[in-house]
């Protein structure tokens, strides 16, 4: 082999035998920590809860759900930011004192890191400290991790029935 073509496969990482010298590795993907992201999600939940405490509908929308986000509480159905925020807008004007928290009860993270969902229970007072009773309900969010920011992308929750009252004897 001449030596300028011997230079000028060595520059160019060649061998004599077409092999490459410099093999380039496949990324590997960072290792998901599941129990940060279960612990980012709860803690997103948290922020939803004083977002709500405070009446605030448009940082609700805004900071915390997904734009193509759905909600379905006891049959009412609202699909997007912008109509989930109105509707919250217009609860909270319905029921200025009316109080609302929430615990959650489980989260679990995808393999992925970029899907989840909680569960969890709630409690809501409509009238805050008046007469009615509060209620208290199940449901479940689905999360979605975008740009590094969970979101909830589906939030469904319904009211418990009160107890029947026992048959008489």
Request: proline share 4%; glycine share 8%; with cysteine.
């Amino acid at each position: 082999m001449n030596a300028r073509i011997l230079a000028a496969a060595l520059a160019a990482g060649i061998v004599s035998t077409g092999c490459v010298v410099n093999k380039e590795e496949a990324p590997v993907a960072p290792a998901i920590d599941i129990a940060a992201e279960e612990q980012a999600v709860r803690g997103r939940s948290m922020e939803w809860l004083k977002l709500a405490t405070a009446k605030d509908a448009a940082a609700i929308a805004n900071g915390i759900l997904a734009a193509n986000s759905v909600t379905m509480y006891d049959g009412v159905i609202n699909e997007g930011a912008a109509a989930v925020q109105a509707a919250t807008e217009a609860g909270y004007a319905a029921r200025p004192n009316s109080t609302n928290t929430w615990t959650t009860d489980e989260v679990h993270v995808a393999a992925s890191g970029d899907l989840a969902y909680e569960l969890g229970t709630s409690t809501e007072d409509a009238d805050g400290a008046g007469e009615a009773a509060p209620t208290s309900g199940r449901f479940v969010t689905v999360w979605t991790k975008a740009d590094g920011t969970w979101r909830a992308v589906v939030d469904a929750g319904t009211t418990r029935k009160p107890a029947e009252a026992a048959p008489a004897t």
